[in-house]
């Protein structure tokens, strides 16, 4: 591997945390291209990613493949807090 970066995110809220971590793992677990790899931990309130590759073009996909399942996830959970805290959102 050639290339490496580490993103170290910190949340708030420990649900989100947990949340966006057991979305992404299964992810990790089986890598979809042999020219990346990618690790997800937690470490208090961060969420740690680290992904290796053999060239740059790789790991940028890698990198932005994450970093945008994350903010999928992390929007769709601030759309749900949303609807529960208006319930006027609620209505049929």
Same mark, same amino acid.
Request: glycine letters at 2%.
């Given at each position: 591997?050639?290339?490496?970066?580490?993103?170290?995110?910190?949340?708030?809220?420990? *649900?989100?945390?947990?949340?966006?971590?057991? !979305? @992404?793992?299964?992810?990790?677990?089986?890598?979809?291209? %042999?020219? +990346?790899?990618?690790?997800?931990?937690?470490?208090?309130?961060?969420?740690?990613?680290?992904?290796?590759? *053999?060239?740059?073009?790789?790991?940028?996909? !890698? @990198?932005?493949?994450?970093?945008?399942?994350?903010?999928? %996830?992390? +929007?769709?959970?601030?759309?749900?807090?949303?609807?529960?805290?208006?319930?006027?959102?609620?209505?049929?």
């Amino acid at each position: 591997m050639k290339a490496a970066a580490n993103v170290c995110l910190r949340f708030a809220s420990k *649900k989100h945390l947990e949340t966006v971590f057991r !979305a @992404l793992e299964p992810e990790t677990k089986k890598a979809t291209t %042999t020219r +990346s790899e990618a690790v997800l931990q937690k470490d208090g309130s961060f969420l740690v990613l680290k992904i290796t590759a *053999k060239d740059t073009v790789a790991l940028r996909a !890698a @990198l932005n493949a994450y970093l945008r399942w994350i903010n999928s %996830t992390i +929007s769709v959970l601030e759309v749900i807090e949303a609807q529960a805290i208006h319930p006027c959102l609620d209505t049929p």
